[in-house]
Nanobody, 113 residues
Framework: QVQLVESGGGLVQPGGSLRLSCAAS????????MSWYRQAPGKEREMVAR?????WYVDSVKGRFTGSRDNVKNMVYLQMNNLKPEDTAVYYC?????????WGQGTQVTVSS
């Protein structure tokens, strides 16, 4: 079955960086786009980066977040730089496969001094 396992979250000071990882299995990873979403308390889940199967990515947090992937290791990454308190959220990786969305359990990112 599809499994997505995020890691790499934690507490970081404003201006700091974190790299999130997502280990994927149970589907043909190299053929599918992967996305990163986040959900802050009281807010809707929003997409922050999408990495195409080819590795080309788009991000909605311009200039600060970068998505990437390793199709050999079945891993997708989110590099987050210059973090701000408003980036505090649970971060999820996601894949749409066989007409449904799959999500990991999420990893908490807290940006605070």
């Amino acid at each position: 079955q599809v499994q997505l396992v995020e890691s790499g979250g934690g507490l970081v000071q404003p201006g700091g960086s974190l790299r999130l990882s997502c280990a994927a299995s149970g589907f043909p990873f190299r053929l599918y786009a992967m996305s990163w979403y986040r959900q802050a308390p009281g807010k809707e889940r929003e997409m922050v980066a999408r990495v195409a199967a080819s590795g080309w990515y788009v991000d909605s947090v311009k200039g600060r977040f970068t998505g990437s992937r390793d199709n050999v290791k079945n891993m997708v990454y989110l590099q987050m730089n210059n973090l701000k308190p408003e980036d505090t959220a649970v971060y999820y990786c996601q894949v749409h496969w066989q007409e449904r969305d799959y999500w990991g359990q999420g990893t908490q990112v807290t940006v605070s001094s």
